[in-house]
């Protein structure tokens, strides 16, 4: 069964900083997608950015990016000139592409950012 | 507005009470999902679907049932309710024809059980 691993519950950055998130998973298949997802104190929850597996690009959305080390099974996420919106609970989440998929996520506990003015 | 809803967004009810959570979706989306988020679990499936009358077992789904008679609602029932239910409950969806496999979240339900 495939797992997800955030190690650090919570984190904390100077508005303006760089902040990484780190995110490992346990997965012997070989076809999946990765992504994080954010959710701000209000509860929604909201993508940040997504990475197949079968792209060794790493995938980029404005001040995010991510390291995905497909061998490593590592998929952290680098939060640039980070702004006090970004104060949020970040999800690592897994989901296998195979025949008949189901779309199901796998998640991670997350890890609690705060930034600070 | 298009987009995926959630109702109630509050819920109080009381040990062994039914109560049912609405999610409502505007996109024909084939997947849709229900989670609870508690604390020290992060979000754990309870149901999905596939598609209108196909549905699944998640991770956590004693104690609730689901129906999908319509692509757009998934409705998700407590048939008894207990305090262990306590949680923040979401509803999401994802279309089938899009290579993202993006989940797009409802904004909630907290359903306390007295």
């Known amino acids: 069964a495939q797992t997800v691993t955030q190690s650090q519950p919570e984190m904390s950055v100077q508005e303006a900083e760089t902040v990484t998130l780190s995110c490992t998973y346990d997965?012997?298949?070989?076809?999946?997608?990765l992504f994080w997802y954010k959710q701000p104190p209000s509860r929604q929850m909201i993508l940040v950015i997504r990475?197949?597996?079968?792209k060794q690009q790493n995938a980029t959305e404005n001040r995010f990016s991510v390291n995905f080390q497909k061998a490593a099974k590592s998929f952290s996420l680098k939060i640039s000139d980070s702004q006090l919106g970004d104060t949020a609970m970040y999800f690592c989440a897994f989901m296998k592409l195979n025949a008949g998929n189901n779309r199901k996520l796998i998640w991670g506990l997350g890890t609690s950012l705060a930034v600070n003015p | 507005d298009a987009g995926i809803t959630q109702s109630p967004r509050y819920k109080i009810t009381e040990t062994g009470r039914q109560v049912t959570l609405m999610c409502h979706q505007t996109?024909?989306?084939?997947?849709m999902f229900w989670y609870r988020q508690d604390l020290g679990h992060g979000l754990r499936l309870i149901y999905y679907?596939?598609?209108?009358?196909?549905?699944d077992k998640g991770e956590v789904p004693d104690g609730y049932v689901v129906s999908r008679s319509k692509t757009e609602n998934f409705p998700l029932t407590l048939e008894s309710a207990t305090r262990s239910q306590t949680s923040v409950y979401f509803c999401?969806?994802?279309?089938?024809?899009?290579?993202?496999?993006?989940?797009?979240f409802g904004p909630g339900t907290r359903l306390t059980v007295t």
């Open positions: 679907s596939a598609a209108a009358d196909i549905t």
């Open positions: 999401a969806s994802s279309a089938r024809d899009r290579p993202t496999y993006e989940q797009y």
């Open positions: 990475q197949e597996a079968y």
């Open positions: 996109w024909s989306h084939s997947y």
């Open positions: 997965t012997s298949e070989n076809n999946y997608y």
